[in-house]
C-alpha cells in the first residue's frame, strides 16, 4: 500500500472534477480524497498499491472531457488508511 498527495494544475474547477474523479477511483479500488483548493488548483490523496496509483495518475494527467490539465505533481507521504474514496466539499 502506498500513498500519494497530488495536485493539479490547469482548469480543474467547475468541470466535475471531483465527482468524475471519485467515480473512477471507486472503479479502481482508490482510497483517499478529493478536494478544490482556493488557487484554483484540485488537491488528491491516493491510496493503493503501485499498479492502482500508476493507472490513477495517468486518469489524472487526462481528467475528465471539460477539464484543461496543465501540471500534476505527486509525492509519496505516509499511509493513512482511508476507508473509502472521499470528495470533500468547503
Known sequence: MKHLNI???????GVSFRATTKAIADQMGVKGMIKNEK????????EGDDLQLEVFLEWC?????RAKIENVE???AE?????NFEVIKR
Open 61 to 65: 494527467h487526462e481528467g475528465p472531457d
Open 7 to 13: 495536485r493539479i494544475t490547469g482548469k480543474v474547477q
Open 79 to 83: 499511509v493513512k488508511n482511508y476507508r
Open 74 to 76: 505527486q509525492q509519496s
Open 39 to 46: 488557487d484554483g488548483t484540485v488537491y488528491i490523496e491516493a
